[in-house]
Structure formats: C-alpha cells, structure tokens
C-alpha cells in the first residue's frame, strides 16, 4: 500500500480534453474571438442619455402589460388575428402541395441534372431571404393586403419543405424502387407507389410542423402591408397604445403556444 | 387489408370501407376550410390591383436590375452591423440559455417550481418572433444596432434553451452515477459528467441559430432597429429599386456564405 500512494500521482494528473483539439486552432480562435468581440462591441453606438429616458417608457410599458386592453380596438384585433390565421391556413396548404414537386425534382436519384438545377435553386431562394423580404417584392406585384402574404408565407414554405422533403427522398430505400421500376412503371408511377410511401409520414409531421412557423411568421408580414396582425401591432406601438399591444401579444403568444401542443401532439402520434 | 371477391376474382384494396370513409371525411373537411379560409382572403383583395401583378413585376425588375453598383460603399458598414447584431445577440443568448437550460432540464433543475419557471421563460421567447421583439426593444433603447442585438438575444434564448434543455435531458446516465461515485459535489458532477456531453450540441445548436439570426438580422432594420434593413427600408420608401437590387445581392451572399460556414463547422463538431 505504502509503495502505491508513494508513486507520483501528481505529476500525471488527468485533464478534461479541451473541446477544440488542436491546440494551434484552440487558441487561435480564442484570441480571434476576442479580438472581434472588442472591435464589434466598440462599433455598437450606445446612447445613455436615450436609455435612460427609454426606461422610464420601458416601466410604462411593463405595467401596461399587465393590464393589458382587449376592449378598446377589438374589432381590429379580432379582424388581423382571424386575417393571420386564414392566411397561415392558406399558405400552408398551398405551400406544401406546391413543395412536393419541388421537393421531388430536388431529389438527385429521381430526377435529371436540368430539373434538379432549378428545383434546387427555387429552394436556395426561398430559403436565402427572410420573409419580410420576399413580402416586399409580392406587396409590390399585388398590392397591400393578405394575398401577398400568402404567397410569402407559401413561397417560404415551398423552400422549408422542399429541402427536406427532397433530403428524405434522396436517403430513401431504393430496393422498393427498383422493384417498381422491375414491373415497368412510369415516373409517375414510380413515385406514386415506390417513393411516396416512404416519405409521406414525415412529410405530414413537417407540414404540421410549417403550420406553426407560418403562423409566427404571419404575425409580421403586415409590418411591410402584407396582411395580417403585424400591421396592427405596429399601429399600436407607433400610437404608444401599449396596453393594446399587450392584448394583440398575449393573443399571439397564446395562439402560438395552442398550435404548438397540437402539432407537437400530431408529430408524436405519427413517429 | 380487406379483400373483396367481384366476379370470382380477388380485389385487394388498403383499407376496409369505413376506414375510407373516414379518410374521404378528413379530406373534405380540410378542402372546405381552406376554401372557407380562401374566400376570406379572396374579400380582403383588391383583384384589380392583382390583375397587372405581370406588369407591376415586370417594371420592377426592370428597375432593379442593372443595381446600383457604386450604392454599396454605402452599404459595407450596415453589413457589418448586421453581422454584429446577429453574433453578439447569439452571443448573450447563449450565456444567458447555457444556465437557462440547466435549470428547465428535468434531470438536472434545483427545483421544480424553477423548473417551469425556466420553461415558461423558454416559451415566451420562443412564441415571439425577433421582429416583434424589436418593435418593443426600439420603444425602449431607442432605434439603432444596440436594440437588434438584444431583440436577437431574446428570440434566441428559448430557441437555444429548448434544444439544449433536450439533450441534457438526453445525456446518458453511466458518466454521472460514475463521478458521483466518487464522491463529487454537485457543481463538479455538472462539471466532469453533464458538460462534456452537452458542450457538443450546445455549440452545434448555437452555430445553427446563428446562422438563422444572420437571416433575421437584415430586416430587423424595418422597425428601426440597426442593420441592413433600415437601408432596404429607405430604399423603398423612395422607389429606388436599383439600391434594393444592390441590397438583395449583397443578403443573398451574407446568408449563403453564413450558411456555408455554419454547415462546415457543425460537421466538424459532431
């Protein structure tokens, strides 16, 4: 015993591996760290002077938020809150029948180079810009109004569910496939009995999945005149209405938490 | 699955008649409340605006392109406070969601009142979207950068928060009975055996959101709060389609060069 604890435990005590290995890129992206996050902080203007008034609004509107107005501008609330779910209904129904195709023709073992080119760059784009983006460019085809932002939300759909869809179809079994195939189908046919039935179950969970994105997304569009409560909600904070935009928030925050529970518990059941 | 025998030959279908039934049922009553949903929207258009949408797109192309090119000398400092808002805002909310989502994981919470107080935290910042997170942030802080770094953070927190809190949830068992074992206290449990196996995907998700934020980041400019987007705002309040064209180009090469780059390093962390 006296020989073990003599042994010289210290000089070989055990560390934590690090979480970077290489200790060159460990240390090099620390000190690169730092020093970005000293230049960013000091290009960050900061006005005290503002804050500090900004504060006082702060606690006006925090107490505003707890008694929070339903009453006054209800009809408004009632119209963009049903505005925002007709339009989440809408988008995402024809977002997902529309990303099927996309999604099909972005699969690389279905399709040709051509077509696989242009779905894939139909996704790039929808996925590139954030959605308040894409709703300036359709505000400007149609005008103000929920048509716009129905063909935001279904045209970020079309990018969100393509994609995945597409990532899915290419990880498929292909013996079912080849089996297909074996009896002469077409491509339609292929798809139909060959493909579609491995990817159909998830695609039903991700479409329940968008329904809740499009929802919270609906939520803004109408900052840029594309429909639905952002427009109102924009209203109130530009009148200081904040007891209004307490209701119209806690409206959202209940709405989206609801859809939430019930897509969580439709994805479960289908897993 | 049902066969059925009509004229002496076998016919196999999928599903018995009731089941059918009901499937047709589900159908039919989604199809008629999008159209439900379809007429409100269609009542609230003005369709005349609508009918020249190829025309109005057409002029707007036309003006957008070629963009103005010599506008994005004006554009690289907007740029480089876009990429600010969205790395110091993920910055903050993973500081504040790496404790957050030790406190919401089952396994690992004080207490369980903390517990859904850390849940409830999570959620509401999940529920609103980044934009209005700024609307409120400008009001308070006033317009500029410093209001989308934290409209950013308090988005981020509960998309981070939940995901971590998941896999901490998820850690396997055998490292933390193992380092209790011998004898260590909480904090050097949380240390030696939860860490290492969380710090991954912590890092992964935080990569992840980053990412998204980079996107999220160029319009918070709309309601004043910093970046590219109050450009893009001022842009098109003056009809000045060729600087949007110029705006366009340079978002699509942030996003899809901080996409890229978040890709390469989640692969290489996982």
């Not at chain 1, 929920?146 to 597409?166: E, Q, R």
């Not at chain 1, 990817?199 to 594309?226: K, M, T």
């Not at chain 2, 009901?22 to 159908?27: A, H, P, R, Y």
Request: proline share 4%; charged share 15%.
């Amino acid at each position: 015993m006296a020989e073990l604890t003599a042994s010289p435990v210290t000089s070989r005590r055990w560390r934590k591996p690090p979480l970077i290995r290489n200790p060159w890129l460990r240390w090099g992206l620390l000190i690169g760290a730092l020093i970005y996050l000293a230049v960013a902080i000091s290009s960050v203007p900061v006005d005290d002077a503002r804050i500090a008034r900004g504060l006082e609004r702060g606690g006006r509107m925090i107490s505003s938020f707890l008694r929070p107005d339903f009453a006054s501008r209800w009809y408004d609330i009632q119209i963009g809150v049903l505005e925002s779910l007709t339009m989440t209904v809408v988008s995402t129904v024809a977002g997902v029948l529309l990303s099927v195709p996309v999604g099909l023709g972005a699969a690389r073992n279905l399709v040709s180079a051509p077509i696989y080119l242009a779905c894939r760059s139909i996704i790039t784009i929808s996925r590139t810009f954030q959605e308040v983006v894409i709703a300036i460019v359709f505000v400007v085809m149609f005008g103000f109004g929920p048509l716009a932002g129905v063909c935001t939300l279904a045209f970020a759909t079309i990018g969100f569910m393509a994609k995945l869809l597409a990532e899915d179809i290419e990880e498929i079994d292909p013996a079912p496939l080849e089996a297909i195939r074996a009896t002469g189908a077409g491509w339609l046919k292929t798809v139909t009995y060959a493909v579609m039935p491995q990817v159909s179950a998830r695609l039903v969970g991700l479409s329940v999945y968008r329904f809740d994105i499009n929802l919270r997304e609906s939520a803004i569009v109408g900052i840029v005149g594309a429909g639905g409560i952002g427009s109102t909600l924009q209203t109130t904070f530009n009148r200081y209405d904040y007891d209004v935009a307490a209701a119209i928030l806690l409206i959202i925050i209940v709405l989206v938490m609801t859809t939430e529970l019930v897509s969580g518990h439709i994805r479960r059941r289908l897993q | 699955m049902p066969v059925t025998v009509v004229n002496n030959t076998k016919v196999w279908q999928r599903y018995d008649t009731a089941t059918r039934m009901k499937i047709w049922l589900g159908w039919i009553i989604g199809t008629a409340i999008t159209l439900l949903c379809w007429q409100l929207i269609s009542n609230n258009t003005r369709w005349e605006f609508v009918a020249d949408a190829s025309q109005q797109l057409s002029a707007f192309l036309q003006r957008m392109f070629p963009p103005d090119w010599a506008y994005a000398e004006q554009l690289w400092k907007p740029l480089w406070d876009t990429i600010t808002i969205a790395t110091l805002g993920t910055l903050l909310a993973m500081s504040i969601a790496l404790p957050l989502s030790f406190v919401a994981a089952r396994n690992t919470t004080p207490h369980p009142i903390l517990r859904y107080v850390a849940l409830l935290i999570i959620v509401i910042s999940r529920s609103v979207n980044s934009l209005i997170w700024a609307l409120i942030l400008v009001a308070i802080t006033g317009p500029g950068v410093l209001a989308g770094i934290l409209a950013i953070a308090l988005r981020s927190i509960g998309f981070i928060g939940k995901l971590a809190y998941e896999s901490i949830e998820e850690t396997s068992y055998e490292p933390i009975e193992a380092i209790t074992a011998t004898g260590a206290n909480r904090l050097q449990v949380l240390d030696y055996a939860y860490l290492p196996q969380v710090l991954p995907s912590f890092a992964g998700i935080s990569i992840f959101r980053w990412d998204i934020n980079i996107r999220e980041a160029t319009v918070l400019g709309l309601v004043g709060a910093g970046g590219i987007g109050l450009n893009l705002n001022a842009s098109v309040d003056l009809l000045r389609w060729d600087r949007v064209g110029m705006i366009f180009i340079l978002i699509f090469a942030l996003v899809l060069i901080s996409e890229t780059l978040s890709a390469r390093v989640r692969k290489a962390i996982i």
